[in-house]
């Protein structure tokens, strides 16, 4: 069997595998035979009603495609959700700084208290009419020095950080943690 | 179109996605005059629908890094000549034919019936000319020649199933539907010259 024979079976889908590999691997070297190709094809599309031209636009298409310098676009992957969007990372993530800010407060708050610790229950937080209100206890049992007891130490940028932080959770983006806060906080604090 | 067909697209894509530039000459050649009759049919001028073909092939190419084959390649590529020319009216200010051509016209060629439409890009005559050299040449073919091609045309037969109806060998119907094909060839050659 010659190409053009082999070219006639490929038209019509009937050759193996290897052998039909093999001969668009030469129709794609050798022009005489991929111009058999197209005219095959032209007498098929003519028996099929296939409205037949004669215009060979592949010519053109490929001396388009050989002077502009094409980029293939990159194959689309699968969308996959980031992983700050799943919910176990939000949760564990948001779990954890906020022990770590608690923590770090806590520090804080010993390292201020030192050496007449008050103590300040942070979760004792209520509401006095529409404003929080912060109870400090006044506790002076061996104190050094009354001066540096700290009792007014909570100014009104504190109560409200220390308000936000205690009620976080019930926020609306309660999932978030108290990343939002954190963020508008450190914004605040920048300005 | 038959499965096998469909694989040989599929091989032809492939080659092209592993950068064998050449494998998308013979995927432009095989569907040239399909894609060619499909614009004309939106834009009602040769030399538009030409240019049109063009950038839908050269559209083609660039995405086909993304074809995954979950449609016959052929489908896909409609779908894109039908975008391109709809694209092309409206950058042109015109009107785009709300329901003349529509992609159930590609799903039904997948079901096997050819995409049939009598206007051409050469506005019906050339390739009228073209549909009748053709269908001359094959009425002078001898008769087992003639019956093997219209068998496999017409028909959609395999090899197989001809040889089984002509009661020969399938290596002697590959031979007569390649010979009748080289006599069709020679019909339609003033054509292509023109």
């Not at chain 1, 099929?48 to 388009?64: G, K, Y």
């Not at chain 2, 432009?28 to 004309?40: D, F, G, H, N, T």
């Not at chain 2, 992609?103 to 050469?122: I, K, M, Q, S, Y």
């Amino acid at each position: 069997m010659n190409e053009r024979e082999q070219i006639s079976a490929l038209v019509d889908g009937e050759l193996p595998p290897a052998e039909r590999d093999a001969l668009v691997r030469r129709m794609e070297r050798e022009p005489a035979l991929s111009d058999t190709w197209r005219r095959f094809q032209l007498g098929h599309a003519a028996l099929q009603h296939e409205a037949p031209s004669a215009v060979d636009l592949s010519a053109r298409v490929m001396a388009a495609l050989e002077s502009e310098p094409v980029v293939l676009a990159p194959r689309a992957l699968p969308q996959q959700r980031p992983l700050w969007r799943k919910t176990w990372v939000r949760a564990t993530g948001g779990m954890a700084l906020a022990a770590s800010l608690t923590l770090g407060v806590a520090m804080v708050w010993q390292t201020n208290a030192t050496p007449n610790p008050v103590q300040v229950e942070i979760g004792s937080i209520i509401r006095d009419g529409s404003h929080p209100q912060v109870l400090v206890a006044p506790e002076v049992a061996g104190n050094d020095s009354a001066d540096t007891i700290p009792q007014v130490a909570l100014n009104d940028t504190d109560r409200e950080s220390a308000y936000m932080l205690a009620h976080a959770e019930y926020s609306e983006r309660a999932d978030d943690g108290i990343t939002p806060y954190a963020r508008v906080a450190g914004q605040s604090e920048d300005q | 179109m038959s499965a096998s067909e469909q694989e040989l697209d599929l091989a032809l894509v492939a080659r092209v996605q592993q950068g064998h530039k050449p494998a998308f000459d013979l995927l432009v050649k095989k569907y040239q005059s399909r894609i060619l009759a499909l614009i004309y049919r939106f834009v009602r001028d040769r030399h538009e629908a030409e240019d049109v073909a063009q950038e839908t092939f050269i559209r083609a190419y660039k995405a086909l890094v993304n074809f995954r084959g979950d449609a016959a390649f052929y489908t896909w590529l409609y779908r894109i000549a039908i975008n391109t020319a709809k694209n092309h009216l409206v950058a042109r200010g015109r009107r785009v034919p709300d329901s003349d051509v529509d992609l159930a016209d590609a799903e039904h060629f997948d079901d096997g019936n050819a995409l049939r439409d009598n206007d051409t890009p050469e506005g019906g005559a050339l390739s009228s000319e073209l549909e009748q050299a053709v269908h001359k040449a094959i009425a002078s073919l001898p008769q087992e020649l003639k019956t093997a091609l219209m068998l496999r045309e017409f028909d959609g037969l395999s090899y197989e199933d001809i040889a089984e109806i002509m009661r020969c060998p399938v290596g002697t119907v590959r031979s007569r539907i390649f010979r009748a094909r080289e006599e069709v060839d020679k019909q339609i050659s003033p054509w292509l010259e023109k």
